[in-house]
Each structure stands twice: as C-alpha cells, then as structure tokens.
T-cell receptor
Framework: DAGVIQSPRHEVTEMGQEVTLRCKPI?????LFWYRQTMMRGLELLIYFNNNVPIDDSGMPEDRFSAKMPNASFSTLKIQPSEPRDSAVYFCASSFPSGLQETQYFGPGTRLLVL | DQQVKQNSPSLSVQEGRISILNCDYT??????FLWYKKYPAEGPTFLIS?????DKNEDGRFTVFLNKSAKHLSLHIVPSQPGDSAVYFC???????????FGQGTRLTINP
C-alpha cells in the first residue's frame, strides 16, 4: 500500500523564484494537512483540508504561501516569491475519520533550500 | 508563542537503559496528547497517545505519563534499543479535533 507521496523530495531554488510542492494523500483519506518543520519551531501546521475544502489556514505564514486541493488525490503548496527564510522541510499528511481521534499519516517530506 | 515545548533538543542513552523524553504544554484546554517518532528522510509516524482522563498509557516498551496539574507529559522507553534512535515529537490537541500542535522535537540516540 502506497503511503503519502510527496514530490519533489529535494528542491533548491533562488530567492524570488516560485516553488510548488506536491502531495498525493493515501487513497480513501479525506483530510490533508501541510506542515513545515524547522529547528526552532518544530512541526507547524500550515493549512488543512477536509473533503478538498480548506478548513484552517491560520498557520500559513503570509500571502506568499498558497495551497490548493483540486481533487481528493492531489494537493499543492506554492510559495511565490520564495525567500531564504522559507528553507525548511515541508510535510504533507493525510487521515480519515476513525472514532474519537484520527491518526495522521505523514509523507517523507520535501526539503526546500532557498538561496 | 510555543504552546508545546520540548526543552531538550537531544538525549543520549545507553542500550538497555530507560529513555525518558519530556514535554510541557501551556494550554490547559488540551485534552489529548500524542507522541510521534521520526527517522531521517522519513515522515513522522504515530507512536502512542493519551487522553487527559488517564495519567498513564502503556504499549509494549513505550509508556506515556501525563501530569495535568504540571501540564507535563513524558515518554518512557524501556529497555531502549538502537532502533529507537530517532527524533521524537510531542503533540497536543483537543479530543476529536484535527489540528495538532507539535513541539520542537527531541533527538534520541541509543548507544550500544
């Protein structure tokens, strides 16, 4: 069974360039989460979707960040323009309703370096 | 404002001994807590959780303790094994909620 798939696994870009991160959730999961991991702040939730609809984007740092989920099997996180402080590991996770508390399944992450 | 804090960035333990990882939280409304484990180049994976109605939850070598009055939880691993070397993230949420608040993580190294 394929887990959460993220691409690319590594991205190096120059400041000012547009960056697009991609995620395919586990089939049958109806919730999708985007996280950012940094040394200082650990794992931060950026945005999450239920049934392709954005529910909470309060963690999105600023207008340079945007996320979409056009269908149940695909989501993108876009940074435009990118800045060096955006360098981090970005994780996508998915889950499905299962009683009181859902378990989130994480992808392997995209390591982004903005020069 | 960091609502969930893991104050030890790293911890080194000898194989066979007990590993204790600590986590503090500031929001007294949190009522469900989780630990995730992360290996290099992989995403975090769920390890164990505890509801605020309990003060202890055990699963094999892993036990999580919750002290609500101190707003503190800990993960005990005994005995520690080399395969336990990883980064451990503590997370807190509200029962039934989807939004998890994570700490910064603690890197655990088990020495042979």
């Amino acid at each position: 069974d394929a887990g959460v798939i993220q691409s690319p696994r590594h991205e190096v870009t120059e400041m000012g360039q547009e960056v697009t991160l991609r995620c395919k959730p586990i089939s049958g999961h109806n919730s999708l989460f985007w996280y950012r991991q940094t040394m200082m702040r650990g794992l931060e939730l950026l945005i999450y979707f239920n049934n392709n609809v954005p529910i909470d984007d309060s963690g999105m740092p600023e207008d340079r960040f945007s996320a979409k989920m056009p269908n149940a099997s695909f989501s993108t996180l876009k940074i435009q323009p990118s800045e060096p402080r955006d360098s981090a590991v970005y994780f996508c996770a998915s889950s499905f309703p299962s009683g009181l508390q859902e378990t989130q399944y994480f992808g392997p992450g995209t390591r982004l370096l903005v020069l | 404002d960091q609502q969930v804090k893991q104050n030890s960035p790293s911890l080194s333990v000898q194989e066979g001994r007990i590993s204790i990882l600590n986590c503090d939280y500031t929001n007294s409304m949190f009522d469900y807590f989780l630990w995730y484990k992360k290996y290099p180049a992989e995403g975090p994976t769920f390890l164990i959780s505890i509801s605020s109605i309990k003060d202890k939850n055990e699963d094999g070598r892993f036990t999580v303790f919750l002290n609500k009055s101190a707003k503190h939880l800990s993960l005990h691993i005994v005995p520690s094994q080399p395969g336990d070397s990883a980064v451990y993230f503590c997370a807190a949420t509200f029962q039934g909620a989807q939004k998890l608040v994570f700490g910064q993580g603690t890197r655990l190294t088990i020495n042979p």
